[in-house]
């Protein structure tokens, strides 16, 4: 089983940034990518930025891109998610995603999931 650990959330003002970070440990792993998604209150979790293991593929949602950066490292199975610019919109509950997969034309969940980690961002 894959355990997923997110940190590095917190309240920050819009205009502002945080950095997430995951870490995922337990057996080997079958997928070549890990992500983030998101689920703010009252709205479905939606996908925010992936990256593969060998760091040559990235995925980011509409919203995020241009603000928000995804990177990995292979050696310790983590991933980490820096936002910057954030607005009050991208409130919500941050959720690294383990033992996904990702080609050029399609991002596939993984069944690890973290915690959760909440962002907050005040107008």
């Known amino acids: 089983q894959v355990q997923v650990v997110e940190s590095g959330g917190g309240l920050v003002q819009a205009g502002g940034s945080l950095r997430l970070s995951c870490a995922a440990s337990?057996?080997?792993?079958?997928?070549?990518?890990m992500g983030w998604f998101r689920q703010a209150p009252g709205k479905e979790r939606e996908f925010v930025a992936a990256?593969?293991?060998?760091?040559?593929?990235?995925r980011y949602a509409d919203s995020v891109k241009g603000r928000f950066a995804i990177s990995g490292d292979n050696a310790k199975n983590s991933v980490f998610l820096q936002m910057n610019n954030l607005k009050p919109e991208d409130t919500a509950v941050y959720y690294c995603?383990?033992?996904?997969?990702?080609?050029?034309?399609?991002?596939?969940?993984?069944?690890?999931w973290g915690q959760g980690t909440q962002v907050t961002v005040s107008s």
């Open positions: 337990g057996r080997t792993f079958s997928g070549n990518a």
């Open positions: 990256i593969s293991w060998s760091g040559t593929m990235s």
């Open positions: 995603n383990a033992d996904a997969s990702l080609t050029t034309s399609r991002y596939s969940s993984g069944r690890a």
